[in-house]
């Protein structure tokens, strides 16, 4: 949870030597917060707590509340220490990292690091890879297992997809022997030879009829 989720990154309008000189603060409080031994005994009072749910907008108290809990010197201390961590964040451009600060991490974790401050600091020769080497190896073997995966779950739908197609084959073959497609050309001879021998009928009746009214018609005299 932090002070100041909405604070926009400056990833992209600062060179990476810059950013990194601003990483490096960020850790460098970070890392003297994590060593504080009477802070982290302080966390765990219940009066901090309370101040600490105050303070991150998980519960807020009334002025009053607020103003008996600062008569509190070990809550005066915690906030001491916090405001440490909130101006170097505030610095930064970024927001507080204050899980980072009550679980005693001495270093901003390489995700939230590169999120605000932009991948290509790992390029820079300043860039920290004593602290960061293992984050940044598990980071890189994360992505590759990710395309990995993504790999092998397109190729599954490509072979999928190819046996789908390969079992509707037998059907096609199967509909095509069961119901013979008749040959467009042989189909036109057939209809003309039936023309044709019923016009051959019809000129046959016209003439026997033709034959018989003649020999019917009464002759001249």
């Known amino acids: 949870m932090s002070w100041s989720d909405n604070r ?103 995700k939230v690091a590169i999120k605000y401050f932009g991948f290509d600091i790992i390029e820079d020769f300043d860039f920290p890879k004593d602290i960061y080497k293992q984050e940044v190896a598990d980071y890189l073997n994360e992505i590759k297992i990710k395309e990995t995966n993504i790999n092998t779950n397109s190729k599954s739908e490509n072979t999928s997809s190819n046996n789908e197609n390969s079992d509707l084959k037998p059907q096609t073959q199967s509909s095509v022997i069961d119901k013979p497609t008749e040959n467009p050309e042989k189909v036109g001879v057939n209809w003309w030879i039936i023309i044709y021998n019923s016009s051959l009928q019809i000129l046959f009746g016209l003439l026997v009829s033709f034959i018989i009214l003649y020999f019917n018609l009464p002759k001249r005299l």
């Not at 901090?48 to 002025?63: C, D, E, F, P, S």
């Not at 008996?68 to 005066?76: A, G, H, I, M, Y």
């Open 8 to 110: 926009s990154s400056n990833k992209n309008s600062e060179p990476p030597k810059k950013r990194l000189e601003k990483l490096s603060v960020v850790n460098g409080v970070l890392k003297k917060l994590s060593e504080d031994d009477d802070l982290h005994d302080d966390l765990k009072l219940k009066n901090v707590q309370v101040a600490i749910n105050h303070w991150t907008g998980v519960k807020r108290l009334n002025a009053q509340d607020v103003t008996k809990l600062f008569e509190n010197r070990r809550v005066v201390y915690v906030y001491q220490r916090v405001q440490m961590i909130q101006h170097a964040c505030l610095t930064a451009g970024i927001p507080v990292p204050f899980d980072h600060f009550v679980n005693k991490k001495d270093h901003l974790n390489f």
